[in-house]
């Protein structure tokens, strides 16, 4: 009441300062907040490239490979971070044409503590720009999983600059950066639903997985030896810090504090959980038995589904396209894979290209703008999404970024292979590959047997 009594005493000139004074601190408080998220997911997307991603595909390859596959992970870290700082950003993020952005940010110019409203209005741009860089860097850490133990590190880095060049940097500009062809809030001819990488991150990285997979050829022995893996332990943790580093993945991707970064990170979560549950569930009807790799396998696949939906479906909806993606996922790296007969080491497409696709797709028929009102006409009316909303054509956007995505990764790896392959080779010798990778490439060894 005093402060009530307070407030009308004064002039209407004192009660405008103070409004404004209230005003000026609510809007620092929301700054605040919201670069602290941001700088927390930025953080938690790190930590599922190294340790998470490190871990998981370290335990399950084979003892010999163990430091070769998490040197992946690693080494990425900071290869990727080179290439974003010197021309990455501004490839994916400056104003360009629809599929590649200019030089504007070449050498981070102009990337400052100013927001950038196109992309953050409430966060320093490089705030942004670093939260963008750890998508960046664990993209094509996914693809290594294909050609796990025997493909040499030397092409590993070439590949990777080239990949991240011709493949990720223009299908990110296309779908996240001004004016990209499938952008749905900035411009983009084809709007496609992508809220935090479904397309961009998943089906890129898996279906070049596959591209690589076939290109490298099996591994020797496969399938006639038992190529289990090494340390299930190692894998389990390691899909657990991808669990929770995934919340930075897509409840970053609102780029505030908000109340859609909180329905980001519950549909995140939800799906996860009933995945989990729809491998095991397919696990124990077709084996008997519910494994421990099925599980942290179907949690993998529906946080990947999410990914693109995660910021636009209610949580039941969530609950449907993770428990869809589990069993689908199991689908592929079991009966698919077998039937074709594909290398591919620790299931990168059957996981990341299937479930990223079935999750872009599903993103069409689900998205609600009673979850995302952020896409207006130009009277500023809150637009229809998906089929949920009426909108059945959104799931044609969909597939055209589906179908955009497959194409510029097995296009763009082909030929990214074959440079490589003509320049440095890109297999390791068949000495290196049955002595292991540890010793053959880096002359050392995960576990000192004799310690």
Same mark, same amino acid.
């Given at each position: 009441m005093?402060l009530c009594?307070?407030?009308?005493?004064?002039t209407?000139?004192?009660l405008?300062q103070?409004?404004?004074?209230?005003?000026?601190?609510?809007k620092? !408080?929301?700054?605040?907040?919201?670069?602290?998220w941001?700088?927390?997911?930025?953080?938690?997307?790190?930590?599922?490239?190294?340790?998470?991603?490190?871990?998981?595909?370290?335990?399950?390859?084979?003892?010999?490979?163990?430091?070769?596959?998490?040197?992946?992970?690693f080494?990425?870290?900071?290869v990727?971070? !080179?290439?974003?700082?010197?021309?990455?950003?501004s490839?994916?993020?400056?104003e360009?044409?629809?599929?590649?952005?200019?030089?504007?940010y070449v050498?981070?110019?102009?990337?400052?503590?100013?927001?950038?409203?196109?992309?953050g209005a409430?966060?320093?741009h490089?705030?942004y720009?670093?939260?963008?860089?750890?998508?960046?860097?664990?993209?094509?850490?996914?693809i290594?999983?294909?050609?796990?133990?025997r493909m040499?590190?030397?092409?590993?880095l070439l590949?990777?600059?080239?990949?991240?060049?011709?493949?990720?940097?223009p299908?990110?500009?296309?779908?996240?950066?001004?004016?990209?062809?499938?952008?749905?809030?900035?411009?983009?001819?084809v709007?496609?639903?992508d809220?935090?990488?479904?397309?961009v991150?998943?089906?890129?990285?898996?279906?070049?997985?596959?591209?690589?997979?076939?290109?490298?050829?099996?591994?020797?022995g496969?399938?006639?030896e038992?190529?289990?893996?090494?340390?299930?332990?190692?894998?389990?943790?390691?899909?657990?810090?991808?669990?929770v580093?995934?919340?930075?993945?897509n409840a970053g991707?609102?780029?505030n504090?908000?109340?859609?970064?909180?329905s980001a990170?519950?549909?995140?979560?939800?799906?996860?959980?009933?995945?989990a549950l729809?491998?095991?569930?397919?696990?124990?009807v077709?084996?008997?038995?519910?494994?421990?790799?099925?599980?942290?396998?179907? !949690?993998?696949?529906g946080?990947?589904?999410?990914?693109?939906?995660?910021?636009?479906?209610?949580?039941?909806? !969530?609950?449907?396209?993770?428990?869809?993606?589990?069993?689908?996922?199991?689908?592929?790296?079991?009966?698919v894979?077998?039937?074709?007969?594909?290398?591919?080491?620790?299931?990168?497409f059957?996981v990341?290209?299937?479930?990223?696709?079935?999750?872009?797709l599903?993103?069409?028929?689900?998205?609600?703008?009673?979850?995302n009102?952020?896409l207006?006409?130009?009277?500023?009316?809150?637009?229809?999404?998906?089929?949920v909303?009426?909108?059945?054509?959104?799931?044609?956007n969909?597939?055209?970024?589906v179908?955009?995505?497959?194409?510029?990764?097995?296009?763009?790896?082909?030929?990214i292979?074959?440079?490589?392959?003509?320049?440095i080779?890109?297999?390791?010798?068949?000495?290196q590959?049955?002595?292991?990778?540890?010793?053959?490439?880096?002359?050392?060894?995960g576990?000192?047997?004799?310690a």
């Amino acid at each position: 009441m005093a402060l009530c009594s307070s407030l009308f005493a004064q002039t209407p000139q004192t009660l405008e300062q103070h409004l404004n004074a209230l005003d000026a601190a609510t809007k620092s !408080a929301q700054l605040s907040g919201d670069n602290a998220w941001m700088l927390t997911s930025a953080a938690l997307v790190l930590m599922m490239t190294g340790p998470g991603l490190a871990l998981f595909y370290g335990g399950l390859v084979r003892r010999k490979n163990v430091l070769s596959s998490m040197m992946h992970s690693f080494v990425l870290m900071a290869v990727v971070t !080179a290439l974003w700082a010197i021309y990455g950003y501004s490839f994916a993020f400056a104003e360009g044409n629809p599929f590649i952005g200019g030089f504007q940010y070449v050498l981070l110019n102009g990337v400052g503590s100013a927001p950038n409203p196109d992309y953050g209005a409430t966060v320093p741009h490089e705030t942004y720009m670093i939260y963008q860089l750890m998508f960046a860097i664990i993209t094509p850490a996914l693809i290594s999983g294909a050609f796990a133990e025997r493909m040499k590190f030397s092409a590993m880095l070439l590949f990777t600059c080239l990949w991240s060049t011709i493949v990720y940097f223009p299908m990110a500009h296309m779908v996240w950066g001004k004016g990209g062809l499938l952008n749905a809030f900035l411009g983009g001819k084809v709007p496609c639903f992508d809220f935090a990488g479904g397309t961009v991150v998943h089906i890129t990285s898996g279906v070049s997985a596959l591209v690589c997979a076939l290109y490298l050829g099996k591994r020797i022995g496969f399938p006639r030896e038992p190529m289990k893996p090494h340390n299930l332990v190692l894998s389990v943790v390691g899909a657990c810090l991808l669990w929770v580093g995934w919340f930075g993945f897509n409840a970053g991707s609102a780029v505030n504090a908000s109340g859609l970064a909180t329905s980001a990170f519950v549909a995140t979560h939800f799906a996860a959980a009933a995945a989990a549950l729809g491998w095991l569930f397919a696990e124990w009807v077709k084996h008997g038995k519910p494994s421990m790799l099925g599980g942290i396998s179907g !949690a993998v696949a529906g946080l990947v589904a999410i990914t693109p939906a995660s910021g636009f479906v209610k949580p039941f909806p !969530a609950l449907l396209i993770g428990f869809l993606a589990g069993i689908f996922c199991f689908f592929m790296v079991t009966a698919v894979k077998s039937k074709f007969g594909y290398d591919d080491t620790l299931d990168a497409f059957g996981v990341h290209g299937a479930g990223g696709t079935l999750g872009a797709l599903l993103t069409g028929v689900f998205a609600t703008n009673a979850i995302n009102d952020g896409l207006k006409d130009t009277a500023g009316k809150v637009l229809p999404l998906g089929l949920v909303d009426g909108n059945a054509g959104q799931i044609l956007n969909q597939a055209a970024g589906v179908a955009i995505a497959w194409a510029l990764a097995i296009v763009g790896s082909l030929i990214i292979l074959k440079i490589v392959d003509v320049l440095i080779g890109v297999r390791a010798t068949p000495e290196q590959e049955i002595e292991g990778l540890d010793l053959g490439m880096h002359g050392e060894e995960g576990y000192n047997l004799e310690a």
